[in-house]
């Protein structure tokens, strides 16, 4: 008997739900926002069940729902391999191979790096997952120039790269960077750098960017937070592509995001990048991303600060942007999204450029243009976007993560 009770119990309460939700809905008026009703509901019925007992941790966002709910995370660390998504999703990192710990945060020799050094990790030829033994800030004296199948996560630990030359992925694959703090990074160069145990080669000057993605490939950039770098906090070039760039927060900064090499470098055209769940907020200026010729799903990021444009490019790249909130800033000059850059009207209302379903703050508009080519677009869409309306949400905890031993991150 008490199983034959047990269903209707929950319609009725989801009925009671309802009733106590929408009394307007017995009359004839309609709703003004359909949107905001299903996420009302929605919130009623897990608020619901939660008062019965059942435990959720969901937050929407699909990359953290997939590992943050994992008390025991620390002890599971690789899981977060699997939890990628966008056209960088087949990044595995160092998912199979062993743990390293680096434990000395100084001692940063580019050509015979030290054992228990960052940069003595990220060289070596074997898959490895690289953790901290503790807080530390790490201040690089050259580029630290990555092997293949390497993760940096700097859950557990406050990690800082700062103030020095900071992170190049240069023709390898696989790469994770998750949980840092990449900060103040300078150029470096004119000096022999050590890219792997049994090469060194002369390094010319680096451009100062936080992360540098050349002709790279299954990159995962997630939950790290940058700001104030030389040239761009993450630039993507020279024929990358397989990439996503998510859950970043990025401040302070001007020349945000470089995806393209030149107007002339054509073999960028089969670059694929994902920019989701991101927070771009105070002190930036532009680049959020610039692209060229290839193919960007720019979904359900927050755009709460710039002070030139937000999402711009040249050289007919294909950009799909979905499900964002961008809140203009109030100089009355600034309030478009987007820049065509380096051509004329002439040329660049052919490019696809879209905007579906995002929200438009304080003025903020988006000039579409091309004539909606779906080909074109299914190169440009990675996953599905969630409605603007819950961007607020997904991106909250955008940026490294404050994550706790023995308790959910």
């Not at 953290?64 to 960088?88: S, T, V």
């Not at 406050?158 to 390898?172: E, K, L, N, R």
């Not at 470089?258 to 200026?285: C, P, W």
């Not at 990675?382 to 994550?403: D, F, H, K, Y």
Request: charged share 20%; with cysteine; net charge neutral.
């Amino acid at each position: 008997m008490a199983m034959a009770m047990a269903i209707p119990s929950l319609s009725l309460l989801f009925l009671f739900t309802l009733s106590l939700l929408f009394p307007p809905l017995i009359s004839s008026s309609p709703v003004q926002d359909p949107e905001l009703v299903v996420q009302d509901v929605h919130r009623a019925i897990n608020a619901s069940r939660r008062n019965l007992g059942y435990l959720s941790c969901g937050t929407g966002n699909p990359i953290d729902d997939c590992w943050r709910c994992d008390p025991n995370w620390e002890k599971n660390r690789q899981r977060l391999a699997d939890c990628a998504i966008g056209f960088g999703k087949n990044a595995i990192g160092g998912r199979d191979g062993k743990i390293y710990v680096v434990t000395d945060s100084g001692n940063d020799d580019p050509v015979n790096p030290k054992p228990g050094t960052l940069r003595h990790a990220v060289i070596q030829d074997e898959p490895l997952w690289i953790i901290f033994a503790r807080d530390m800030t790490i201040q690089l004296k050259e580029e630290l120039i990555m092997n293949s199948f390497k993760t940096i996560d700097g859950r557990g630990a406050s990690v800082h790269i700062a103030g020095g030359p900071c992170i190049t992925i240069q023709f390898v694959t696989n790469i994770i960077i998750h949980g840092l703090n990449i900060h103040d990074c300078k150029q470096g160069g004119n000096a022999m750098v050590r890219d792997s145990p049994r090469h060194y080669g002369w390094r010319t000057i680096s451009d100062g960017d936080g992360v540098s993605i050349f002709g790279g490939s299954h990159i995962w950039v997630d939950h790290n937070s940058l700001s104030n770098c030389k040239d761009g906090l993450i630039d993507a070039i020279v024929g990358s592509t397989a990439i996503t760039i998510s859950n970043n927060y990025m401040t302070h900064h001007d020349k945000v995001m470089l995806l393209g090499h030149s107007d002339s470098y054509t073999r960028d055209k089969i670059m694929q990048v994902t920019i989701a769940f991101n927070h771009f907020g105070e002190g930036l200026v532009q680049r959020m991303p610039r692209c060229r010729h290839g193919y960007f799903h720019v979904v359900n990021n927050d755009y709460t600060h710039w002070e030139m444009y937000a999402v711009g490019g040249s050289a007919n790249p294909t950009i799909n942007s979905q499900g964002n909130r961008f809140t203009a800033p109030n100089n009355r000059f600034s309030k478009e999204v987007t820049k065509h850059e380096d051509a004329p009207e002439s040329e660049w209302k052919s490019w696809n450029w879209r905007s579906e379903g995002d929200l438009m703050v304080n003025g903020a508009f988006f000039t579409p243009s091309g004539v909606g080519a779906s080909s074109s677009y299914a190169k440009a869409s990675s996953l599905g976007a969630r409605p603007s309306s819950l961007v607020a949400t997904i991106t909250t905890n955008a940026g490294a993560l404050s994550c706790k031993k023995g308790a959910r991150c």
